[in-house]
């Protein structure tokens, strides 16, 4: 499937071993730790990027890939709150009771401040500039869930989805810098990549490394894209909803196929957008001369939107457990270390990993927070280990009624679609499917009546999993949609 891909990558050349060998032993040692970029776009879908083999051009986007590793198993949560938190956290976002949905713009609800985020790690480890340019989603109604108040010192963005030309949402502008509102013309997806490239020349010659998190809003909804960048794909065709989305959700896109077909348009156009910001940061760090010792990490929040974003042949889309919803567009690139070189990594990994690894990078023993669920991958992406032994959970429940969990227990999947697994007899009375994803990748064959005993082993695991919920998670995202009103700018108070 992406065949072609893995062979035009492979041909790039590999850093010495005992180079990065060497590289990695100083950053154990506090001595040269790398800059670190972190890239999240918005709905992104993993065939949305042409270095999977989708129609829209990435080549920015590509060149991570292909300069350092494309990560072709890379797992986020199914919406975009639950893997914001799981970056920070390197936990499953169900501890902290925000995976099952959203932080609504009308939701007085954020990130536990019990919890102990990656800039406050990276402090710890020397990294004195800490920047967030873009779309923050862990929490907007108190100053307490503010990034300034998680270990960041440096914002400019928004709290959620935002209009890219006037910056608003229903009616106020949300764009802000630190705690004061940000009054700027531009089309966003441009306004954060200036952020960046500006952060990075400003920092480049710093006898300190940095950290710059940069989680563009784009392409996620209202889908509109610049004048300019509409004809590069007005010849586009419509993405088929798929059928796994009323399945999962219970609910059916009621978009015609005129209407998907302006949509996807626009959102090609979006993605160009988000390329050419991509390869702007890309230059930036070639500029400056710091490219070789920076680790970048890129990847979707979660799969794309239904009937808008391509996530291929995979079943489902964001919003679902299936592979469409969760199996997204990711690469890394560390030339310093041995990320490089263009190989394919297959080995699953997931956005839970990213600050247990962060801190095998930087040095950091211990982080001083709860137990972590993700684990340092650093030597799977240096090709030094080629397997990890442990199981991964996925969950989200967008209704009152109906739950979607899935666990991945070496080559095995389930996914329960159904009652709340914590209910009686919830288990029972919902749809189990058992796919086997070395030979189903697709999720095409649910083998779930063959092997009753894997079903029922791990269908103990997804209710212990769904079980870690505490007892006031977010709530669902309608609920409280109707009465409110938002302050001017979306300032809130001080707490």
Not at 40 to 47: E, F, I, K, N, S
Not at 227 to 249: C, F, G, K, M, N
Request: hydrophobic share 40%; charged share 25%.
């Amino acid at each position: 499937m992406d065949g072609h891909v893995r062979r035009a990558l492979t041909r790039v050349l590999r850093w010495p071993v005992a180079w990065a060998c060497c590289a990695l032993a100083a950053s154990a040692q506090g001595q040269d730790l790398p800059n670190i970029v972190l890239i999240v776009p918005d709905d992104l879908g993993r065939y949305d990027v042409s270095m999977h083999g989708g129609d829209i051009a990435t080549p920015h986007i590509d060149s991570i890939a292909r300069d350092g590793v494309l990560l072709s198993r890379f797992y986020s949560a199914p919406v975009c709150s639950p893997t914001r938190t799981g970056i920070m956290t390197g936990r499953y976002p169900i501890h902290a009771g925000l995976m099952r949905s959203v932080v609504a713009p009308w939701r007085d609800y954020g990130l536990d401040t019990s919890e102990v985020l990656l800039p406050q790690v990276l402090e710890r480890a020397g990294y004195q500039h800490r920047a967030i340019f873009g779309k923050w989603h862990l929490g907007h109604f108190k100053r307490r869930w503010h990034p300034l108040r998680r270990g960041f010192t440096e914002f400019v963005g928004f709290g959620f989805a935002v209009d890219y030309f006037t910056h608003e949402r229903l009616g106020e502008r949300d764009w802000s810098q630190g705690y004061e509102p940000l009054f700027e013309e531009g089309y966003a997806t441009d306004l954060l990549a200036d952020r960046a490239v500006n952060f990075i020349a400003e920092h480049a010659e710093d006898a300190a490394p940095f950290f710059l998190y940069v989680p563009f809003g784009a392409p996620h909804t209202p889908t509109q894209a610049k004048e300019e960048d509409l004809p590069l794909y007005d010849r586009l065709s419509a993405i088929e909803p798929p059928r796994s989305w009323q399945e999962a959700t219970g609910h059916n896109p009621l978009m015609s196929l005129e209407e998907r077909t302006t949509l996807r348009r626009v959102h090609a156009a979006m993605v160009h957008a988000l390329d050419v910001g991509i390869g702007r940061i890309l230059d930036a760090l070639d500029t400056h001369g710091i490219a070789d010792n920076t680790l970048l990490l890129f990847f979707s929040d979660n799969g794309g939107s239904v009937g808008i974003g391509d996530n291929g042949p995979f079943r489902g889309c964001k919003a679902t457990v299936y592979e469409g919803g969760i199996r997204v567009a990711a690469a890394a690139r560390w030339p310093a270390a041995n990320v490089s070189g263009g190989r394919d990594v297959s080995v699953p990994l997931a956005y839970i990993d990213v600050l247990p690894m962060l801190m095998r990078v930087t040095g950091i023993d211990d982080h001083g927070g709860k137990p972590l669920d993700g684990v340092d991958v650093l030597d799977v992406l240096t090709g030094e280990q080629d397997a990890l032994e442990r199981d991964l959970y996925s969950f989200v429940g967008r209704t009152k009624v109906r739950d979607q969990v899935a666990v991945s227990e070496g080559d095995w999947k389930l996914v329960i679609i159904g009652p709340h697994l914590t209910e009686e007899g919830a288990a029972e009375a919902s749809v189990r499917q058992l796919f086997r994803l070395d030979a189903d990748p697709l999720e095409r064959h649910d083998v779930a009546a063959d092997h009753p005993d894997i079903v029922a082993r791990l269908t103990e695991k997804a209710i212990a999993f769904r079980e870690l919920q505490p007892p006031n998670p977010v709530p669902l995202y309608s609920e409280g949609e109707g009465t409110f009103v938002p302050p001017p700018n979306w300032q809130f108070g001080v707490e």
